[in-house]
Nanobody, 118 residues
Framework: QVQLAESGGGLVQAGDSLRLSCAAS????????MGWFRQAPGKEREFVAA???????TYADSVKGRFTISRENAKNTVYLLMNSLKPEDTAVYYC????????????WGQGTQVTVSS
């Protein structure tokens, strides 16, 4: 079992930056692939960024060049640094952990609200 707790959301203006954090517990963090997803009102949850156990990262085209995902295994934490925020980035941001052993286990956090005003 993995527990995830996001923090760092808030209300900012367009062009500002925010850093989201997701703290994980319950399992060796280094064994987890971590990711960020977001869900805007009336829309489906969508992929934002992911980071593998060895630190390789991938991004959605909509955030590439503006967002950076990173992980700090010593603190069991994954971060999402969001620069040059746009109103269309407004959403609830969710942290996701994927554990692959014999089966694949997926865990989600409760989400943190990010609101970008124009």
């Amino acid at each position: 079992q993995v527990q995830l707790a996001e923090s760092g959301g808030g209300l900012v203006q367009a062009g500002d930056s925010l850093r989201l954090s997701c703290a994980a517990s319950g399992r060796t963090f280094s064994s987890l692939k971590m990711g960020w997803f977001r869900q805007a009102p009336g829309k489906e949850r969508e992929f934002v960024a992911a980071i593998s156990r060895d630190g390789g990262s991938t991004y959605a085209d909509s955030v590439k060049g503006r967002f950076t995902i990173s992980r700090e295994n010593a603190k069991n934490t994954v971060y999402l640094l969001m620069n040059s925020l746009k109103p269309e980035d407004t959403a609830v941001y969710y942290c996701k952990a994927t554990l692959r052993v014999e089966l694949t286990y997926i865990y989600w956090g409760q989400g943190t609200q990010v609101t970008v005003s124009s």
